[in-house]
């Protein structure tokens, strides 16, 4: 027996010899928090661990004695700490003194400008966006200021880095916000039909978004509505073009909301004061009424809704291309509806469910008239006066629903899943004839954002969208990269494809069309401190199967945009005065529509400037907003083709002259019933001009069908003025004023 | 008995190390200071589990980096951060307490706390943190209303709001005055809150320029 008791004896001494020891304990702040996730190891060892959700971490190893053992995590100080390893293993607590240097986490933010509650320092708030000189109420117009946007003074809508204002969409909780502005009139820019204040978050991409959006080829306007108000209350505006009032009732359990607002506008008497080049025979008339709910379903959970109906009503006159005798008329009775309904919820501790739903009805009766010089209505045959009198009516219904369901992980890491479906049914009459289209586009899409070092994130996702109307499919991958530099600068960059489906127009025609198709290639540069922002961004694009007319409608076209922008903001170095500079260089072509060939679309120009001002001038409580906006001249050209409807020629093409345009605004602010009354409230005269200068601005030039005439197409007045009065009752917003401007 | 000694001097010791970080943070001028100043008292915190002093103290040296970095929003958030956990600390242990002083001195240092918040970015943190610091402030002054904290803070506000809403210069001067003539009267040293005496002279000296 006895040999095998020391055998066995000696074999536990081995045993013992290699034995893993264990070490284990607890990471913590140094306010006694837990740290999750912090790496722990033995320094020259590769023995480690990484703590678990309360901050424990475990791990064995063979080393004994004297050791060095190191914890980190980020926005923490590294630790070092000396152990002394014993046979029966040991317990060690660490705390981490935090690191104030650390920015944050890193965020992905090639080709996007994001306007937050959340920001900090010299990023872009809501309200910076919103206070834009002469935006008239239109966040995408005060997204113009911004670099990779055109200045296309006669159209509604943002034309980003080549494309047009169709390839630019808007998204209001995760869905497409279909109509955003009032329906087009050709020459004249039309407003918002939704009010800016109810948006928390505006994330601007001008290329290269997230696989969560589709269906916008140039750029995504991401809009997040605010949750509940702070408190109740009421506002009222009154202005030459609109007036409104409404209010925003607060629940006295803090649990939900509710508010109606009207608005109402004739600009009838503004025009005639301010003479106006279009001779106006109806409106311009504008009304909206808008409705929302807001409830909190849970601690975590909010559900929104929000109906807008809106309306407007124009009729103009121009002189006719065609003959200087004649004028051409045109009338539009519009009307609208829209709702959006939003819900979110965490699903335990780690899933979040992000679900919408959006209805929108949309009415556009338009009347087409040759009128003479008594306004009578005159009937010629043949090219080109025949069309000239016509009646066309559109009306769609459009629907969408989607959900995403996302697995959050630590540092912003997320992994979202999600399905939506847009069912989209447009009837248009022309005369006798009825263009039917009816569409059920699915989307699926999958996407993560993770961290592949410490100061590397990545977003990786992939779309795929099917259309019964193009009974076609598509597959479109998008990337993201963003490193952060040890001093705050970050590089960022991005690739993705994006397809969108040809517009009705052309669907009307001709239904066996393939979807267009966008790649986007971009580098960015962001830097934030002290107040002060640099961004810069470089891009390529390419398009593919644009839709083309000649020698019929077909998905043959094609095209490229390149170009670099900057972009810099600077809030500190004069006290009370903000100020951004923006500049956008853009080399594009485009072969599509009647184009012979690739050509610098009519809405594209080299180099687009501007330079926006925000100063509060505390003595006389007035914040003057004042924005200078520069462009080169735009192309035109006369495309005819010579032989019917086969092959086009450009007959004559030009430049504009160069665009300057300065705006200006301002609000002097006044207390309202200071003490006087139970619910304080502010008031305000504000007053804006645009176009200060009256530079004469040509947008584009309109050629006559033989080509023999051409008129500029130029804004409605050389000036335009509004003056007015708001107030807001029940929530005190001085301390905004005030905090702002200390 | 032998331990009841121990313990009494760690205590003495720790009061001890206490005062002389109090009388550094008299010395306190540059951001850097006022972190390594945050850290030890940080320290002190995590020793001294039942006493506020430190935790006021981490409060109020974090909010002060964050009056500092006013011109830098990007930087403030983790300092208000670190401020309002020690500023809520503290307040929990003075719960109940009936010491009207102690109360308004803390009260004073949460009005710094949120005030800080604000420079983030006064368009987006003005009106949730304005309101609320200002509520810490009105509440300070209710309990104490000739702390020279507390009329220095005042005098701050009065200087820096725009007239229009409130701000009033020659009223920041008196009150200025005021909490100066007050620190005069008071102990400069030991462990108790005594700073405001350059605070106080700055904005003098800016209302004399």
């Keep these: ?742 | 008995m032998l331990t009841a000694v121990v313990m009494l001097l760690q205590v003495y010791a720790q009061d001890n190390q206490l005062t002389a970080t109090v009388a550094q943070l008299d010395k306190a001028k540059t951001v850097k200071d006022y972190q390594a100043l945050a850290t030890k008292f940080a320290s002190a915190a995590n020793t001294q589990k039942t006493n506020w002093l430190p935790f006021y103290y981490a409060a109020y040296c974090n909010a002060r980096i964050g009056f500092m970095l006013e011109d830098d929003g990007e930087r403030v958030e983790p300092f208000a951060n670190d401020a309002e956990t020690y500023g809520k600390q503290a307040e929990a242990l003075l719960k109940g307490s009936t010491d009207k002083h102690q109360q308004a001195e803390l009260y004073a240092v949460l009005f710094m706390v949120y005030r800080s918040r604000v420079f983030i970015n006064p368009m987006t943190y003005g009106r949730e943190y304005g309101i609320r610091s200002q509520q810490y402030l009105d509440k300070a002054a209710q309990l104490d209303p000739q702390n020279p904290r507390v009329l220095y803070l005042q005098s701050w506000v009065k200087y820096y709001t725009p007239k229009m809403w409130g701000g009033d210069k020659e009223k920041a001067k008196t009150l200025a005055t005021e909490a100066l003539s007050k620190l005069q009267a008071q102990t400069a040293t030991g462990e108790q809150p005594h700073w405001g005496k350059a605070e106080s002279e700055e904005i003098l000296a800016k209302y004399n320029r």
């Design chain 1, 1 to 742: 027996m006895k040999p095998i008791v020391l055998l066995l004896s000696i074999w536990s001494l081995c045993l013992s010899a290699t034995a893993q020891i264990s070490i284990s304990g607890q990471v913590s702040s140094q306010q006694g928090l837990a740290i999750a996730g912090a790496s722990v190891s033995i320094k020259g060892a590769t023995a480690g661990a990484t703590t678990d959700s309360s901050g424990h971490f475990h791990f064995t190893t063979k080393l004994t004695g004297k050791q060095v053992l190191r914890a980190s995590s980020i926005g923490y100080k590294k630790q070092e700490q000396d152990i002394l390893i014993a046979d029966s293993g040991i317990t060690v607590d660490i705390i981490l003194p935090a690191n104030h240097q650390t920015l944050g986490e890193v965020v992905i933010s090639a080709g996007a400008f994001e306007a937050s509650d959340k920001a900090k320092g010299a990023s872009l708030t809501p309200m910076d966006a919103m206070t834009v000189a002469g935006n008239g109420g239109d966040i995408a117009n005060s997204l113009r200021s911004l670099p990779g946007a055109q200045q296309v003074g006669e159209r509604e809508g943002l034309f980003v880095r080549g494309g047009t204002s169709e390839e630019a969409k808007q998204f209001v909780d995760g869905t497409l916000l279909k109509n955003p502005n009032y329906s087009s009139v050709p020459g004249v820019l039309q407003p918002a039909r939704i009010n800016p204040f109810l948006f928390k978050g505006v994330l601007f991409s001008t290329g290269g978004y997230s696989a969560q959006y589709g269906q916008a080829m140039s750029s995504a306007l991401i809009l997040e509505t605010m949750d509940l108000p702070d408190e109740s209350s009421a506002s009222l505006h009154l202005f030459p073009t609109s007036s409104g009032l409404g209010f925003q009732k607060l629940a006295n359990n803090k649990q939900s909301s509710y508010g109606l607002n009207v608005n109402y506008g004739n600009q009838a008497a503004y025009n005639s004061i301010v003479k106006q080049r279009p001779d106006y025979f109806l409106g311009p008339e504008y009304g909206n009424a808008e409705a929302n709910y807001r409830v909190k379903t849970s601690k975590t959970g909010m559900l929104k809704i929000y109906v807008n109906a809106s309306l407007s009503n124009i009729g103009l006159r121009n002189p006719d291309v065609d003959s200087m005798a004649l004028k051409s008329a045109f009338k539009l009775n519009s009307s609208n509806v829209y709702t959006n309904i939003s819900y979110r919820e965490m699903l335990g501790k780690d899933w979040k469910l992000q679900a919408g739903a959006a209805y929108s009805y949309n009415q556009d009766k338009i009347g087409l008239q040759l009128q003479d010089g008594a306004h009578q209505p005159v009937y010629l045959a043949g090219a080109p006066y025949a069309w000239k009198n016509r009646d066309m009516n559109t009306t769609t219904n459009f629907a969408q629903g989607r959900v995403v369901l996302s697995r959050l992980f630590s540092r912003n890491q997320a992994l979202h899943i999600g399905a939506e479906h847009f069912y989209a049914e447009d009837r248009y009459h022309s005369g006798d004839s009825l263009y039917p289209l009816t569409d059920q586009l699915t989307a699926g899409f999958v996407e993560g954002d993770i961290y592949l070092a410490n100061n590397l994130m990545a977003r990786v996702g992939v779309r795929g969208e099917h259309s019964t109307l193009l009974k076609k499919s598509t597959v479109a991958p998008r990337a993201s990269l963003a490193y952060r530099f040890g001093d705050g600068g970050q590089l960022n960059l991005a690739y993705g494809i994006f397809y969108q489906k040809p517009e009705n127009q052309f669907l009307y025609q001709q239904r066996d069309l393939r979807f267009s198709k966008a790649t986007h290639y971009l580098v960015n540069y962001t830097k934030k401190a002290g107040n002060r922002l640099l961004r810069l961004e470089a891009y390529y694009k390419r398009y593919a199967e644009l839709p083309k007319t000649i020698p019929f409608v077909n998905s043959n076209g094609s095209g490229d945009a390149k170009g670099i922008e900057l972009f810099w903001r600077d809030k500190r170095s004069i006290k009370n005065l903000d100020y951004w500079i923006s500049y956008t260089y853009l080399d594009t072509k485009r072969d599509y529509l009647n184009y012979p060939y690739a050509l610098q679309p009519y809405y594209a120009t080299p180099h687009t400037a501007s330079v926006a001002v925000k100063r509060y001038f505390e003595n006389i409580n007035l914040n003057v907003n004042l924005v200078y906006n520069f462009a080169t001249g735009r192309p035109y050209y006369d495309i005819r083709s010579p032989q019917g409807n086969e092959h086009t020629q450009v007959f004559d093409h030009g430049t504009t002259r160069a665009y300057h345009n300065i705006n200006l605004s301002g609000a002097y602010l006044f207390n309202l019933f200071k003490g006087k009354w139970k619910h304080p409230g502010f008031g305000g005269i504000g007053f804006g001009v645009n176009n200060i200068l009256g530079t004469r601005q040509i947008f584009n030039y309109q050629y006559s069908y033989n080509g023999m005439n051409k008129i500029p197409v130029i804004p409605t007045a050389a000036r335009s003025f509004y003056l007015g009065v708001f107030m807001s009752f029940g929530i005190d917003r001085t301390e905004d004023f005030i905090n702002d401007n200390l």
